[in-house]
């Protein structure tokens, strides 16, 4: 069983910046970010490598957020920019043995571990 604790969460204006953190008890392979906004389904974020050398995102956060990996700690970061309203939601932190050179992963969502989860809220 792998743990995943996230961190970083908050309140932010438009425009504004956060960075999550995600922890996990174990090394796997693709790990990846996720959110839930109220009302809508889970929406796949970004997704990286286990080496940290391949990254997907989602077009809605592309050139805005960025993923990275510390492999020697076994954590992941996303780091958000420009931040805007409709990114407000809970974000997960994903973890899989399975690997993710492509989107495939980002768009099923198919992780075998998944955090609890840390809010982002973005407004005014």
């Known amino acids: 069983e792998v743990q995943l604790v996230e961190s970083g969460g908050g309140l932010v204006q438009p425009g504004g910046s956060l960075r999550l953190s995600c922890a996990a008890s174990a090394s796997t392979n693709c790990m990846g970010w996720f959110r839930q906004a109220p009302g809508k389904g889970r929406e796949g974020v970004a997704t990286?490598?286990?080496?940290?050398?391949?990254?997907q995102y989602a077009d809605s956060v592309k050139g805005r957020f960025t993923i990275s990996r510390d492999v020697t700690q076994n954590t992941i970061k996303l780091q958000m920019n420009n931040l805007k309203p409709e990114d407000t939601a809970m974000y997960s932190c994903?973890?899989?043995?399975?690997?993710?050179?492509?989107?495939?992963?980002?768009?099923?969502?198919?992780?075998?571990?998944w955090g609890h989860g840390t809010q982002v809220t973005v407004s005014d």
């Open positions: 990286i490598t286990s080496g940290g050398t391949t990254t």
């Open positions: 994903a973890a899989s043995f399975g690997s993710c050179y492509d989107k495939s992963k980002l768009l099923s969502a198919d992780f075998d571990y």
